[in-house]
């Protein structure tokens, strides 16, 4: 149990356009999903905390304009880099936790974004 | 403020050695420190404490969480090739809702 896909899982684009990035859970109903970055041999930064049906909140200094992140159901959830320039190719994982209790988070396999 | 710290940052071991992970924290009323394995891709859950003094095992791996100390130590006896990976510690405290925060990580690498 408890697994979490994202898709696409590796995506190259140009810069100036916006890029969509899926976060799934498959066997549970995940009340809250988070999104992190994580640059190479770094950890994972936390960017954005979002719960079904609210609106996210973001961690400090990461610009809400730019990475729209939407919660529209216990299973999905998306993250829309937007106005993608170099500096924002990344490793994007989302995770998901239910409500075990205990904040277990669940990862899904991440998204490798390449910007052009 | 929070935060998470581990070491070592990394090690180089070989084959069969046993390894001992340090994660130490600060956090204000602290619920839960979870253990991530993490290799190329997304972090694979490995275990979470919540309770001091209590041992969890799974196969060649074993952690345990010591309140007083504020730290836990993650255990890989007769380690194997396959345990190469970054190894994060997070932990949750109760003002966090369900946020996590991680620390830096320690690569592990285990030479045949």
């Known amino acids: 149990g408890a697994v979490v896909s994202q898709h696409p899982s590796r995506v190259i684009c140009k810069s100036g356009t916006s890029v969509k990035i899926e976060c799934r859970s498959l066997d549970f109903q995940a009340t809250t999903m988070f999104w992190y970055r994580q640059f190479p041999k770094q950890s994972l930064m936390l960017m954005a905390t979002s719960n079904e049906g609210s609106k996210a909140t973001y961690e400090q200094g990461v610009e809400k304009d730019k990475f729209l992140i939407n919660h529209a159901s216990l299973t999905l959830s998306t993250l829309t880099v937007t106005s993608a320039h170099p500096e924002d190719s990344s490793f994007y994982i989302c995770?998901?936790?239910?409500?075990?209790?205990?904040?277990?988070?669940?990862f899904g396999p991440g998204t490798r974004l390449t910007v052009l | 403020e929070d935060k998470v710290v581990q070491s070592p940052l990394s090690l180089v071991v070989h084959e069969g050695d046993t390894v001992t992970l340090n994660c130490s924290y600060e956090?204000?009323?602290?619920?839960?420190l979870l253990w991530y394995k993490q290799e190329k891709k997304a972090p694979t859950f490995l275990f979470m404490l919540t309770s001091s003094g209590i041992e969890k095992k799974s196969g060649r791996l074993s952690s345990i969480l010591d309140k007083k100390e504020l730290s836990s130590i993650l255990n890989i006896t007769a380690t194997q090739t396959g345990d190469s990976a970054i190894y994060l510690c997070a932990v949750n405290g109760l003002e966090y809702g369900n946020k996590l925060v991680f620390g830096a990580g320690t690569i592990l690498r285990v030479k045949s």
């Open positions: 956090v204000t009323n602290f619920r839960s």
């Open positions: 995770s998901a936790s239910g409500s075990t209790g205990y904040n277990e988070q669940f």
